[in-house]
């Protein structure tokens, strides 16, 4: 069993940048890949980056390639999704989460966090 609890949203214009992260309990967050999602009002939830837990591998979306960084500390049982170059598209609801296979799909991870709120202003 994971639970996981996100922080680090906020207000911030177009261009600014905001660090989440993902804290997670459980003994066995190291073994876990751990994955961000996005949702939009109106719109489906997104797969934004995810990071495997042995080689700590990253994957990102096309959109955020260059801009998001995804990494982890299993030593504090963390992961964070620094973001730079924000743009007002990037306003959404964030989402970490759990599972074990690095994959953009939200049905194949097992654990999720409530969400924080990042609103980038133009």
């Known amino acids: 069993q994971v639970q996981l609890v996100e922080s680090g949203g906020g207000l911030v214009q177009a261009g600014g940048s905001l660090r989440l992260s993902c804290a997670a309990s459980?003994?066995?967050?190291?073994?876990?890949?751990m994955g961000w999602f996005r949702q939009a009002p109106g719109k489906e939830r997104e797969f934004v980056a995810a990071?495997?837990?042995?080689?700590?591998?990253?994957y990102y979306a096309n959109f955020v390639k260059g801009r998001f960084t995804c990494s982890r500390d299993n030593a504090k049982n963390t992961v964070y999704l620094q973001m730079n170059s924000l743009k007002p598209e990037d306003t959404a609801v964030y989402y970490c989460?759990?599972?074990?296979?690095?994959?953009?799909?939200?049905?194949?991870?097992?654990?999720w966090g409530r969400g924080t709120q990042v609103t980038v202003s133009s």
């Open positions: 990071i495997e837990w042995n080689r700590g591998s990253t």
């Open positions: 989460a759990a599972g074990w296979v690095a994959t953009t799909k939200s049905t194949t991870y097992d654990y």
């Open positions: 459980g003994r066995t967050f190291s073994s876990y890949t």
